[in-house]
């Protein structure tokens, strides 16, 4: 199985602390087992670059989760910025103008579109003007981000059968809303177990709470890992 394939780099956890310090202790705490970590805007509000330079430095991969959306020129501007940097993932809102501003300025860094958030369900949908499924909003915005230029999708579970048969088996899809069967849903609407979105074609799943605040995140994470392998 190509090192990449293999289940414990396809696990992204989501380092939802507010200091780098506590985020240093986590990952350390889930070394070896996990070696992709997430740094979202929490963490990236208080740490910087510097937390992510520091989860580069001992060896893991890092995904940098602040979901750019705005005018194409900032949004171009903020994606350069990373280049001084080993961030392996980035994130921006599946807009077209968005992604194509993005993946001009990426780098190495692989630029992930999100399609539709995991916590928002069809009323949400709905209240928000738009009048068609989710699942159709979600493919709709894979379909026209890859064309964009994204290197793949960020989708909920529930959606990445379709979009995995929608853009083919190029593009990358991580998935976050998944919770294992014994672990709260917290403000998640859209979700699916480990093993689920491995199955529907997700290359990674992200998760966060349910390592994080378990009581053992090490032995949390080792059972997702064992649990997708
Ligand atoms: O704690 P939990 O497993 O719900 O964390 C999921 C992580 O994935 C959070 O950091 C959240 O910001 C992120 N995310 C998400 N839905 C998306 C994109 C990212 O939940 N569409």
Redesign the pocket.
């Known amino acids: 199985m190509p090192a990449q394939n293999q289940p414990r780099h396809r696990l992204i956890v989501?380092l939802?602390v507010p200091t780098a310090a506590q985020a240093l202790a986590l990952a350390d705490s889930l070394a070896p087992q996990v070696g992709f970590f997430?740094v979202?805007l929490q963490l990236f509000l208080d740490a910087g670059f510097a937390v992510c330079d520091a989860l580069s430095k001992r060896g893991h991969k890092v995904m940098l989760?602040l979901k750019f959306h705005d005018i194409p020129q900032t949004v171009a501007l903020a994606t350069a910025q990373l280049a001084n940097h080993d961030i392996a993932l980035a994130?921006v809102h599946g807009y077209p103008q968005v992604v194509a501003a993005a993946a001009k300025a990426k780098g190495r860094t692989k630029i992930l579109a999100?399609t539709v958030?995991?916590?928002l369900g069809h009323e949400e949908l709905a209240q928000s003007g738009f009048a068609g499924t989710l699942a159709d909003l979600v493919v709709l915005r894979a379909e026209t981000s890859l064309a964009a230029g994204a290197d793949g999708i960020?989708c909920s579970p529930l959606e990445t059968s379709l979009v995995r048969k929608a853009l083919g088996t190029k593009a990358v899809i991580a998935t976050?809303?998944?919770r294992p069967l014994d672990s709260a849903r917290?403000d998640?609407t859209r979700t699916a177990t480990p093993q689920a979105a491995i199955a529907a074609g997700a290359d990674y799943i992200?998760?966060?709470?349910?390592i994080t605040k378990a009581a053992d995140p090490a032995a949390a994470a080792r059972a997702i890992i064992d649990e997708i392998g």
């Open positions: 989501a939802d997430k979202g989760d994130t999100v958030l995991t916590s960020v976050p809303g998944i917290d998640q992200i998760v966060g709470r349910p």
